[in-house]
């Protein structure tokens, strides 16, 4: 099974700006998710993961070879998708796939050919294998970007953010693909600041904030730590400024003459409202106001319904 083992790692940039402070992770197969707000060091760790960036300290092991002495054979193991993921425009889909195979080291045309054949239908690309890349959707963009990291079946797996700019349809699929990937004896690493990317598909969550690793763990075990302090409310249209300056408020729902909040409060609201079942959004949210203060979580849930398919 494969393994990541990570051990007081620490990255500092230049001008002595601290991206990663003592990090220690141990993920093994299966869906893992790595959550935290922008900028709290993720894509430090991930391009670290995946040999781009080289630590100040500690040490990696990732399928039981070093980060620092085993880097070719890293990344012939891994997989990687990264934020930015782009294509060489003028290449069809297939050929781009064919380009992949070959810097993996794949020799043989038939087998390259079989393995593309296999990935493009696995992610729901093979009728757009004759496509240039640069016209696919973004959607599709993103799937690509899914196939390319298939390639060599690499028994680990590195995502980056894979669902910013999605509509809810695409970002739906590309969960459930990674999901199914993820029954297959792989393991894969899912960064994101979108909560409800790993909500249903992790098994264990690391939490990081300003470089460090704050929660480490079950989904549910972060989820029980705001059982009993969200709360259902009803505001008139105006009063939302004045509820959001007294609890943290995730959602607000229109409905006549008014809006369904839904907030945090150790307590039921002064203002009144009725207890609601925590999620792992509202344990986030509760965790990061805690540990930042100035969070905004209406903010928040407003851009994570900004993704916008191209």
């Known amino acids: 099974m494969p393994k990541i083992i ?63 002495k085993d880097r070719k054979r890293i990344r012939l193991q891994t997989g990687y998708l990264p934020q930015e993921f782009t ?9 781009f796939l064919d380009y992949s195979a070959g810097l993996k080291g794949i020799q043989s045309r038939a087998e390259r050919q079989a ?27 993103r799937r690509l970007g899914i196939a390319q990291t298939l390639i060599g079946d690499p028994p680990i797996m590195i995502i980056d953010e894979p669902t910013v700019g999605l509509d809810p ?24 600041h979108i909560v409800g990317d790993i909500s249903s598909t992790c098994s264990r969550i690391a939490l990081l904030n300003e470089g460090r690793i704050v929660f480490e763990g079950p989904p549910e075990d972060l989820v029980a730590q705001v059982r009993g302090k969200v709360w259902k409310v009803s505001a008139a249209a105006g009063e939302i400024d004045r509820v959001k300056s007294q609890y943290p408020v995730m959602s607000a729902i229109p409905l006549e003459g ?22 792992l959004e509202d344990a986030y949210v509760s965790f990061m106001q805690s540990a930042t203060g100035g969070f905004d979580a209406l903010n928040y849930q407003e851009t994570m319904n900004e993704g916008v398919g191209e």
């Not at 998710?33 to 990696?60: D, E, F, W, Y």
């Not at 393995?115 to 963009?141: P, Y």
């Not at 809006?259 to 925590?278: F, N, S």
């Open 87 to 95: 294509s060489f425009p003028r290449l069809t889909v297939s050929e």
């Open 258 to 279: 008014g809006y369904l909040l839904r907030v945090l409060a150790d307590q039921a609201p002064r203002i009144g409202g009725e207890p609601a079942d925590p999620n």
């Open 115 to 141: 393995q593309i054949e296999k990935i493009l239908e696995d992610v729901g690309l093979f009728e757009a294998r004759n496509r240039l890349a640069a016209k696919l959707s973004g959607g599709m963009k």
């Open 6 to 68: 990570i051990h007081q790692l620490t990255h500092c940039y230049s001008g002595r700006t601290t991206a990663l402070k003592d990090v220690e992770l141990e993920i093994r197969s299966g869906m893992y998710g790595l959550l935290g707000p922008n900028g709290a060091g993720k894509t430090s760790l991930i391009r670290i993961l995946v040999t781009l960036l080289k630590p100040t300290s500690g040490q990696v092991t990732i399928d039981g070879l070093d980060l620092i």
């Open 169 to 192: 349809e695409e970002r739906v699929r590309f969960r459930n693909i990674l999901s199914e990937l993820s029954r297959q004896d792989k393991l894969i690493l899912l960064s994101t």
